[in-house]
């Protein structure tokens, strides 16, 4: 039985996230939806990561069985053709091992997560962007993350909804860096806590507003205590860039942005 | 009687075009309406570049007089206020002299246009790129386009309803650049002809997937003939990005893409 991976994109604005909710509209309804439509079969995609009401990706990863075999091509066409004009693409499709798995194979995820820090608000990017008017240190932002890259308890920075086993991640990537009005936050890791990445963006952004010293983001990290999270950042900046799979180089989410 | 001048970015898609027309939904029509709010005078505002139908700015610049004087940080706020929910943004306000005029003091204006070149449709940019399926081969765009660079009789790429005075025009800037799966053409000029800017992008594109050989854009310039122009690319590519003032430089139409 055929199995197939697809690197999808999407703007997460008219979605209720990414995980199918009974007749709310959700992207992995729209996904499967297309693949009933082009198949002809009714099935459940996988996906590398469950994206929240808002969130958008550019790299996000899904698998799928199908009982009939098409080239990735059609697949990849066909699947454009029946999304449309949904704002879901279809970036790449591949057919993989049938052990290959978007979620339990993937290796590394990567979040880019955009502040448009100007007085005036977002007029081409509206939805796509957190819109913060005062200033931003990007210097202080970028001192105050050097504190959360390794291996932590990031239960501070975790949703108390969050379903994960543990609270200690293992954060790769946590890089700040001003591209003109913007502020760009990139955060890596094998695998994310609910809201962790909104968390430490809302976190950071504290100090760099100024209402935080540096130093408090190391203090509420250690205090490993929900409570001691800035405010989480709303979901409209975030966004799935890539999705990493050691055992599938060739199959890598990646960024369009 | 205070003059001043605002610095515009939106988004092109709700609007039919900036000019006003009666009813219909025009940025001209919400810019006036939010002047009178704050305000309470009904006033024309006077444009840098009368963008088409579905055509974005992110450094559109207009001009109007007020009976009252306000600071200029005070409009650009309650213009921003007054203008939400709609994609359109006061990026920045000025008082500027009374014989500034956005659209007569002008010496220069740049648009940009982007073609999203790649198989699968634009999610996250749908309605703010052309999207081209075939790979285009940038290098032969640019080999193309040197040749419109200079004064020249721009008759055939020049819209056959266009009011301008004279087809002859000075294009400073006609530049192609590949940018990840982009291709962005820029092109500045102290003025442009009506459809001036997508009739060069859809001839250039048209040399770009091969269907013209580079040569034959020279021939089309110098035919004069609105006939030997290439297909008009779309409007929801374009972004008027930058409108030029020696009068007064510190206020400026600046890019934010």
Redesign the interface.
Known sequence: MPRYSLLV???GRPYCGFQAQGDLPTVQASLERAILRFSGEAVRVTTAGRTDTGV?A?GQVVTFDLEKTFKAGVV??AM?AYL?????????AAQVDPDFSARFSATGRMYLFRILN???????D?G?VWHVKKPLDADAMIEAAKCLIGKHDFTTFRDLRCQSNSPVKTLDIARVKRI??EIHLVFASRSFLHRQVRSLTGTLAEVGIGRWEVGRVKEALEARDRQACGPVAPPEGLYLTHVTYEANPDFEGRS?I
């Open positions: 994109e999407y703007d958008h550019t990849r066409d454009n449309l004009p949904e704002p879901v693409s279809v970036l790449d100007r007085r005036a608000p977002p007029a081409i509206q796509r003109g009005d369009s």
